[in-house]
C-alpha cells in the first residue's frame, strides 16, 4: 500500500515549517506543500527547497495573481463588499481561491487529507474548512496548531532547532501580518490594546498621511461592467492596475483602517489594515454605481453589498446565497461602465469627475436655472398622493385622540 499523502498549506514561516516534519513524523505520511501566490510582498522564492529541506517530498508554488485579481477581487468590488462599513476583505477573499487550489492538489495527488496552519480562534480556519468541505467533501481536515503540544513560539522554534529545520530566526515584527494584492492585515502586539493608537512601524504599504506629499496626484480609472479595465490611460493588466494603485495611494497615505471587528467564533478583533487600492477602486466604483444606477437598484444594493461582506468574511464564498447574490450584483454592473477621476491627497481620496454614456443624470432636471425643464407643478398632485397615508393616519388618530 502507498504511503498516506497529506497535502500542506505552506507559508515558509515558522508554524507551518514545524507543521510539515510534525505531520511527517506523526503520522508517517509523504508531505506535499502547497504554495499560493496572492501577490505578497514577501518573498516566495527559493519555497520549494526550503520545504525539501524541512521533509516535504513534493512541493508546489503556484502563482494565482491573476485569477485571484480577476475571479475573486472584482466579484468582491462589483459587489461593494466592505465588512462592517470599511474592510475591503482581503485576507477574506484570498482564503476560498487558497482553499480552492489546496483541494484541485490534493484531489489530482490523490491525498486524502489537508493540513492547514490555522489557529483555533481565527477566522481563517473558517474560510479554509467551509471551502474544503464544499469544493472536496470527502477530504479529511487536520489543523495541528489547534492540538499540538507547542505552547509558544520558543517551543516551536526549539523543535525546529532539534529537526534541523530551516527557519529564519529573527527577532522579526512584534506583528502578525498577512498580505496579498488587495490589502494587508496587521495583528498583535501593542496592537491588542485598542486604547492605544497604532505605532508608525505597524504600516506597511502606507506613509503617515502627515508626511505625505504636499501636492495631490491624480489618478483616472476606466470600469467596464463593473470591473477597472485601464489606469491612468497606461495600465490595463488586472494585477497591475491594482498593484500601481496600492504604490500610488500608498505614497499619499491612503487607505489605513484601524477597526475594532466581530470575528466568525464571537470574540471582538482590533485590527489594522492597509488597503490603498481597493480604498481608491471601491470609492471610485461606488461613485460609477450613483451615476449610472436607478434609485431602488442602489438601494437595493445596499444590503446586498452588505450581506455579500459578511458570507465573504464568515468564510462563505462557495455557499449559494453567495452565488445567487453574485447573480444580482453582475445583473446590476452591465451598465457600469465610464470614468472616475480622483484625487490623492494626504490620506483623502476625493473624486473630482465621473462620467458615463450609462449616467442617468440630467443637467435640464436637476438644473435652477432657467433652463430647468422639471415640471414643478406635478410635484403638487404627487405630494397630494405620495403623504395621504400619513395625512390620514393622522386625521384618524386626532379623532381617537392617540398621537403618532
Ligand atoms: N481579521 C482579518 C480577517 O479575518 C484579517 C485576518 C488576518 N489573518 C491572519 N492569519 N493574520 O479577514
Same mark, same amino acid.
Given at each position: ?229 485601464? +489606469?491612468? =490611460?497606461?495600465?490595463?493588466?488586472? %494585477?497591475? /492596475?491594482? !498593484?500601481?494603485?496600492?504604490?500610488? #495611494?500608498?505614497?499619499?497615505? *491612503?487607505?489605513? +483602517?484601524? =477597526?475594532?471587528?466581530?470575528?466568525? %467564533?464571537? /470574540?471582538? !478583533?482590533?485590527?489594522?489594515?492597509? #488597503?490603498?487600492?481597493?480604498? *481608491? ?124
Amino acid at each position: 500500500m502507498s504511503r498516506k499523502k497529506i497535502v500542506v498549506a505552506y507559508s515558509g514561516g515558522l508554524d507551518t515549517s514545524v507543521m510539515v516534519k510534525w505531520l511527517s513524523e506523526r503520522y508517517d505520511a509523504e508531505i506535499i506543500t502547497v504554495t499560493g501566490n496572492l501577490g505578497e510582498t514577501a518573498e516566495l522564492e527559493g519555497l520549494e527547497e526550503k520545504a525539501a529541506k524541512t521533509g516535504a517530498a513534493k512541493s508546489y508554488v503556484v502563482d494565482l495573481k491573476k485569477e485571484f485579481i480577476t475571479e475573486y477581487v472584482w466579484s468582491a468590488l462589483k459587489a461593494g463588499a466592505l465588512y462592517e462599513g470599511s474592510y475591503p476583505l482581503a485576507t477574506a477573499i484570498g482564503r476560498p481561491l487558497l482553499a480552492k487550489l489546496l483541494a484541485d492538489i490534493a484531489l489530482a495527488e490523490g491525498a486524502d487529507t489537508v493540513a492547514h496552519g490555522c489557529t483555533g480562534k481565527g477566522n481563517d480556519q473558517v474560510r479554509f474548512e467551509v471551502g474544503l468541505q464544499t469544493l472536496a467533501p470527502d477530504l479529511s481536515i487536520l489543523a495541528p496548531l489547534r492540538t499540538w503540544e507547542f505552547k509558544s513560539r520558543e517551543e516551536e522554534i526549539d523543535y525546529a532547532i532539534e529537526h534541523n529545520i530551516p527557519v529564519k530566526v529573527k527577532k522579526d515584527s512584534p506583528y502578525s501580518i498577512d498580505e496579498n494584492l488587495w490589502g494587508i492585515a496587521i495583528e498583535c502586539g501593542v496592537l491588542e490594546d485598542p486604547t492605544q493608537a497604532p505605532p508608525e512601524d505597524a504600516y506597511q504599504l502606507t506613509i503617515n498621511p502627515k508626511d505625505a506629499p504636499e501636492t495631490a496626484e491624480t489618478v483616472t480609472i476606466l470600469f467596464e461592467k463593473g470591473v477597472p479595465v485601464l +489606469l491612468n =490611460n497606461s495600465v490595463s493588466d488586472p %494585477v497591475q /492596475i491594482v !498593484s500601481t494603485l496600492n504604490k500610488i #495611494a500608498g505614497k499619499h497615505g *491612503v487607505g489605513r +483602517l484601524d =477597526n475594532i471587528e466581530n470575528r466568525v %467564533v464571537g /470574540i471582538k !478583533s482590533r485590527e489594522i489594515y492597509e #488597503a490603498p487600492g481597493a480604498t *481608491v477602486l471601491h470609492k471610485a466604483h461606488l461613485e460609477l454605481e450613483k451615476l449610472i444606477l436607478d434609485k431602488d437598484s442602489f438601494r437595493y444594493k445596499q444590503q446586498v453589498s452588505n450581506t455579500v461582506a459578511n458570507l465573504i468574511y464568515d468564510g462563505l464564498w462557495f455557499s449559494p446565497l453567495f452565488k445567487a447574490l453574485m447573480a444580482f450584483v453582475d445583473s446590476t454592473q452591465e451598465n457600469i461602465s465610464g470614468e472616475v477621476v480622483l484625487s490623492l491627497h494626504k490620506g483623502n481620496v476625493t473624486v473630482l469627475s465621473r462620467d458615463s454614456k450609462f449616467s442617468l443624470y440630467r443637467k435640464d432636471l436637476a438644473t435652477y436655472t432657467e433652463d430647468d425643464t422639471f415640471d414643478h407643478k406635478a410635484a403638487e398632485g404627487f405630494l397630494k398622493i405620495y403623504g395621504l397615508p400619513f395625512k390620514t393616519q393622522s386625521q384618524i388618530f386626532a379623532k381617537i385622540e392617540v398621537t403618532v
